[in-house]
Structure formats: structure tokens, C-alpha cells
């Protein structure tokens, strides 16, 4: 009794001093949100959004259970909610893989396989599924004090946080770039054999094939981000079940737990819908079967490890120490069963790189390595990652990691030798420091595979702490969630679009400057456009075939530009390769010129034949609000070019389009287009004459 009542004594004392600090420092400043209907246009697409997660998600899980059950896997492994969920998105990606390159990518080909799961395993095993996570929940309450339960309770509020910042439209720039931007594009040209239109169709791709499901059935991506919502609370789960098994401690699972759900950093990827979180959650439950005794099942363990790295290249910093630590410590039995079945699920992405782009390997995948541009040396990276745990910085999501994650690295350090899974995530998590800040890209986001595996390990060590370590962990974790809720509310829309304050438009517009104007392209483009953007990567919102650059990458219209030096012959080529629109970003294009983004700088020769090109071309969409912003700055207004018309030549026909009935507008607008040429050719191009302008084959003669 005495006992209790000092922890819940210290645990009010800890919770009251991290709340006077938050106001002593001014962070209790929240802005006031005045609640009304919200926009009928955001619930709509929040109900399909919501009705699309809830009928992918079980999907996932009853394929993963019918797979694991035909495989022979022990029945308590394919009673996990997340190992099904994780098996489920595994086998889905690898089917996809194979019949999208030879298939048309449609509603068939992306519903087909989860009929089997329907078939083999009932539907009715999902609420099992979800019991018996609920079940583990309520059972561990029961059995935690006062102390504990704080830090259970702090946990399920960061979790219900990151899940309702999801349910908005995904705002986050790699997202709409390529974590959804690309399979969108999938589902717009129905094939995954895209060549060029983006580098970043040669980067393993787990995470984005698992969301195609999704943006079928939701193209405006709100169930693709309550997924990213679900994957962080099966990482946090995953923490502490880890946590449970190796130290037999449920204070200490509880802990690390709450330390990894409170960080600020992560909930920052969860609300970016950045893909870490399911690589940090491939790589823990891989860890979990493979080394704890309660779910050993090392070969599943060992697929799960190679998922990771072909979530994200990353990743494999973190998965080579451990394999290296299994070659040694393992049983010659298993001992190269382990690395084969890793290398399985990368296998397949980098054959098909070496048979589309004849290398296994992209060709930009240097930009991640140290000897990268603007990439501090080895000790700088070192205080880099030190003060990423307090500190945010102003350019990329580096931090704050978060202080209570800071003190579970430290104790993780010292090595215990008695217990073989501590050690395992030990070493490993060292070595993936080291190899991070060899080789890997600066930003702290890329060396949370190292830091979660060493706070894991921290967390083993916690068991044996006194109460005065789980005070200061439940002191920092206090003020990590409060700048996550304050994070939450200040900068991301899903807050504002439930409370009715603004609409979607009025959301997305702040993080995507050229969300109007994809939005009207996909009124007034017809079906089979294609379009070449320069300066804009994030056409996630542009339901039509597009290619686009990377923004460290040189826009590759510039470089034409430059090397022909002539309007007319680059107007000439970009028609050779099929494409029929330009859109046109330039403050997101002077951005990264001025930023110096790795060789954005090139072909800047090419920007005044550009513009001059772009001048004799018609208009066929425009951004009216970035209007007034091109006039105080003079950088320009966004705006949608056709290739195929000059300026001024379609009035007629633009006039007989806005009057027209809805209906007609596609009709209208696609009898007045010569048909697209077949690519790489050019006697194929229906062209009128023009009496005012050379021909083209006079202008590449000159």
C-alpha cells in the first residue's frame, strides 16, 4: 500500500512539473478552433475515405491469416492482429508485383486477391483478431500500478492523435510526390512498367503497391493515411510487446512504449504519411520472431526483415548488423536459411530494375550517400543526431526525436551479455548508427531504425532502474506529447476540416500551392492527356498521366531547352514523346534553384527558351489566385499550357466549351485535338500549317 501510494505520489508530481513547464516556456499557447458543420465535400470523401480502410484493413489481415495458416505457422502467430495485417500487405505486394507488369492495373486486378482470404479464412475472425489485441490491452491495465497506468493511458491518447491527424487528405510532400503520388500513376496508365517519368520508379516499392487498394477506392487518399495512423499504433504495440518478452517486465514494456508514442518526430512522419513507420514496423516484428522465444518463427521473421529494406533502402543499415549477428550466433541449420529469405522480398525490384534501367540499382541513390552535397562529416553528424533528440530543424522533419528516447539510447548502450536478444538489439542498433553516419543521408529521420533498436534495448535496462528513471521518462514524455498536440493542432488540416473552420481546398492549398490547378486540369483535360510538369513533383491530386522530376533532380525539359536552344524544336520534342500539356510551377521551381537542391541548377540556360516557348502556347488552366502572389513577387502564376495550340487560336472553341452542358465539354474539347502521336515518332504528328512559323525540320537543319 505504501508503495502505490508513493508511485502515484511521484507520478502527480512528475505530470504536474512537465505541465508548469509547457506554460512557463509560453507552449500552452493553442490556438482557439471555433467549431461548426464541417464541409460537406470533406465528409463525403471522409466516408468513403473511412468505408476504403475498412474494408482494405481486415483484407490485409484475413489474407495474411490464410496464408500463414496454410503454411503451417502456429496458430498464436496467426492470431496477431499486426503479423496478420503485415503477412496480408507482404503476399498482396508480391502478387501485384507480378501481374501489374503483364495486367492492366484495375478495379479486378486489385480486388482479385483478397477474395481467397474471404474464402479460406471468414470474415468473422476479424473481431477475434481485434479481441485479442483488446483483450492483452485490458489484461495489462489490470496488472499495471498507478505509475504505469499513466504512461499506458499518455500512450492510447498519442495513438488516437496520430490517427485522427490522419483522416485528411495526405498534405505531406513526399507523399504527394511519390509515396501516393506514384501509385496513383499506376492506376491512372493501369501498368507498373513505367519507365522515366519519375527516378523514383526504381526505388523498392512495398509501401506504395499496399496503398493502391486504397486510392482505388478513395482517389483523394484518405484511407491511404488512416493506414499510416494504424501502422503507428501497431509500432508502438510492437515496442512494448518486444519490450515484454525479453524482459518479462510490463513497467518497462509500458515505458517504452509511451517513449516511443510520444515522440514528436514520429508523430510528425505519421501525420506526413512518410513510409518509415511501416519499415520500423517490418523490422521490430521481425526482430520479435526471430529472437523472442513467445512468436520464434524465424523464417517469417527473416521475410519481415527483407520487407523492411525493400520498404525503404534505409533500412538495411539496421537489417545487416543483425543478419551478421545471426550468422554468428545462430545454428548452422539456420544460419544461411535467414539471409536467403531476407533477400527474397528485395529480389524481385532489383530484377527489374536491371531488365527496365539495366542496374540494379537507381542511378540518383548516390544523393544518399555522405558524399552527397551540403552532407556534414562523420562528427558533425554526430552532433547533428544529438541535437536532433531537443531540437527542431528549420529545413526537412529532423527532429525533436524526443528526450525520453534520448535516455533509452543511452542505457541501451552499455552491452548485457546474459540476455541474447538485448544484445542482439544492442550491437545492432550501434552498428546502424555507425553505418548511418558513414554513409546515409544526414537527416535524423534516417537514423530511427538505429534509435528505435537501441531504445528497445534501453528499455530491457529500464527493468532494473529505480523509480527516479521512470520519473524522468514520464516527465519528458508529458512535454513530448504536448508539443505533439500543439503540433497537431497549429499545423496539419485534419483538425481544422473536422471542427468546420476551412474546406478541403482551404486545407490542401498552404502545403500544395498547385492543388487548384490540378483540380480544374481534371475538369477541362481529356482522358488520355498526357502532361510534362517542370518545377511541380507533388501531382497527386492530377488524375491524369504525368511526368515529373524529382526536385534534387535537373528538370529534364530544362536540359532540352539548353541543348536545342530553339522554341519551336523543343515545342517540336516534347510532341515527339507523346506529351500534349505543360504544367508550369515556377515559385516551386525557383525554390529549388535557390535552394541550390542538388542539380536543380542545371540547365538554367534553358529557362529563357522556355518561357519563350510557353508564351506562344495557349492557356488552358490557370491557378486565379496565385494571381495577385505573381504580382507582388513577379515569379509568375501557375498555369496549364496546351502543346498542340497557339495562343489565341482556340477562342472559338474555348467559348464553345463554357457554354456547353457538362456532358458535351469532353466531346467538344477532344474535337477540336489532332490525335496523340505514337512516342519516337515524327512523320506520324498531324500539324496545320502555319504561315507565320518555320517548319521544324528547317529549324533543326539550321
Known amino acids: 500500500m505504501v508503495k502505490r501510494v508513493y508511485s502515484w505520489g511521484v507520478a502527480t508530481v512528475t505530470v504536474l512539473g512537465a505541465g508548469w513547464l509547457q506554460f512557463s516556456l509560453g507552449l500552452d499557447h493553442v490556438p482557439h478552433i471555433p467549431f461548426s458543420r464541417p464541409d460537406s465535400a470533406y465528409l463525403s470523401s471522409l466516408l468513403r475515405g473511412g468505408a476504403a480502410f475498412l474494408f482494405v484493413v481486415p483484407a490485409y489481415c484475413l489474407l495474411g491469416r490464410a496464408a500463414l495458416l496454410l503454411s503451417g505457422t502456429e496458430r498464436r502467430i496467426a492470431r496477431s492482429f499486426f503479423v496478420t495485417l503485415l503477412c496480408g500487405v507482404l503476399l498482396y505486394d508480391a502478387y501485384l508485383f507480378l501481374a501489374g507488369h503483364f495486367f492492366p492495373v484495375g478495379t479486378v486486378l486489385v480486388l482479385l486477391p483478397f477474395l481467397p482470404g474471404l474464402i479460406l479464412s471468414s470474415p468473422r475472425k476479424i473481431p477475434s483478431l481485434l479481441g485479442a489485441t483488446m483483450r492483452d490491452a485490458r489484461s495489462t491495465w489490470k496488472c499495471l500500478g498507478g505509475f504505469e497506468r499513466i504512461f499506458f493511458g499518455m500512450t492510447g491518447l498519442a495513438i488516437a492523435l496520430a490517427f485522427l491527424g490522419t483522416a485528411s487528405p495526405p498534405t505531406g510532400m513526399d507523399a504527394l510526390v511519390y509515396h501516393f503520388g506514384l501509385p496513383s500513376q499506376y492506376l491512372v496508365r493501369h501498368t507498373l512498367r513505367l519507365r522515366d517519368i519519375t527516378p523514383y520508379c526504381y526505388y523498392p516499392q512495398v509501401a506504395e503497391l499496399a496503398s493502391i487498394p486504397f486510392l482505388l477506392l478513395d482517389p483523394v487518399g484518405i484511407g491511404a493515411n488512416l493506414f499510416c495512423g494504424l501502422v503507428f499504433g501497431g509500432l508502438v504495440i510492437a515496442i512494448g510487446r518486444l519490450v515484454l518478452e525479453i524482459s518479462r517486465s510490463r513497467t518497462a514494456a509500458v515505458c517504452a512504449a509511451g517513449t516511443v508514442a510520444t515522440s514528436w518526430l514520429l508523430l510528425e512522419i505519421t501525420f506526413q504519411s512518410k513510409n518509415d513507420l511501416l519499415l520500423l514496423l517490418f523490422l521490430v516484428q521481425g526482430i520479435r520472431l526471430i529472437a523472442t522465444a513467445e512468436t520464434k518463427s524465424p523464417r517469417l521473421g527473416a521475410l519481415f526483415l527483407g520487407a523492411a529494406c525493400a520498404v525503404k533502402l534505409i533500412a ?89 528516447l534520448l535516455a533509452l539510447v543511452l542505457l541501451g548502450f552499455p552491452a548485457v551479455r546474459r540476455n541474447k536478444p538485448a544484445f542482439l538489439l544492442e550491437t545492432s542498433g550501434i552498428f546502424s548508427l555507425i553505418l548511418w553516419m558513414l554513409f546515409a543521408q544526414a537527416q535524423a529521420r534516417y537514423a530511427l531504425p538505429g534509435v528505435t533498436l537501441l531504445a528497445a534495448a534501453g528499455a530491457v535496462r529500464l527493468a532494473r532502474q529505480g523509480i527516479l528513471m521512470y520519473a524522468i521518462l514520464l516527465f519528458t514524455c508529458c512535454v513530448s506529447l504536448g508539443a505533439g498536440v500543439q503540433n497537431s493542432l497549429r499545423n496539419h488540416p485534419a483538425i481544422w476540416l473536422l471542427s468546420g473552420r476551412t474546406d478541403l481546398p482551404g486545407a490542401i492549398q498552404p502545403w500544395l500551392n498547385s492543388y487548384r490547378l490540378q483540380v480544374r486540369a481534371n475538369r477541362v483535360l481529356p482522358a488520355d492527356a498526357n502532361v510534362i510538369s517542370i518545377g511541380e513533383s507533388r501531382l497527386f491530386y492530377l488524375k491524369r498521366r504525368a511526368t515529373f522530376d524529382s526536385p534534387d533532380e535537373p528538370q529534364r525539359v530544362l536540359r532540352e531547352a539548353a541543348l536545342l536552344g530553339d522554341p519551336a524544336r523543343l515545342r517540336w520534342r516534347l510532341l515527339e514523346q507523346g506529351y500534349t500539356h505543360v504544367l508550369y510551377n515556377p515559385a516551386a521551381l525557383a525554390v529549388s ?110
Open 316 to 404: 538495411a543499415a539496421a537489417v545487416l548488423p543483425l543478419l551478421v549477428s545471426i550468422l554468428i550466433t545462430e545454428k548452422k541449420r539456420r544460419r544461411w536459411e535467414i539471409p536467403f529469405l531476407a533477400a527474397g522480398p528485395l529480389f524481385p525490384w532489383l530484377v527489374r530494375n536491371l531488365l527496365l534501367l539495366h542496374a540494379p540499382l537507381p542511378g540518383n541513390l548516390a544523393s544518399v550517400l555522405s558524399a552527397s552535397l551540403g552532407q556534414p562529416t562523420f562528427w558533425g553528424r554526430i552532433r547533428h543526431l544529438g541535437l536532433s533528440f531537443v531540437r527542431e530543424y528549420p529545413s526537412g522533419i529532423q527532429g525533436p526525436i524526443g528526450p525520453g
Open 593 to 702: 534553384i535557390s535552394a541550390g537542391r542538388g542539380t536543380a541548377r542545371s540547365g538554367l540556360n534553358g529557362i529563357p527558351i522556355l518561357r519563350r516557348m510557353l508564351g506562344d502556347l495557349e492557356v488552358v488552366a490557370t491557378d486565379p489566385h496565385w494571381k495577385s502572389v505573381s504580382s507582388r513577387t513577379g515569379i509568375g502564376t501557375l498555369k496549364l499550357f496546351s502543346l498542340r495550340n497557339k495562343a489565341g487560336k482556340r477562342k472559338h472553341a474555348r467559348e464553345k466549351f463554357k457554354k456547353s452542358p457538362p456532358s458535351q465539354r469532353t466531346q467538344i474539347f477532344r474535337s477540336d485535338i489532332p490525335s496523340m502521336p505514337e512516342p519516337n515518332t515524327i512523320t506520324v504528328i498531324p500539324r496545320r500549317a502555319q504561315p507565320d512559323e518555320e517548319s521544324p525540320g528547317s529549324a533543326i537543319h539550321r
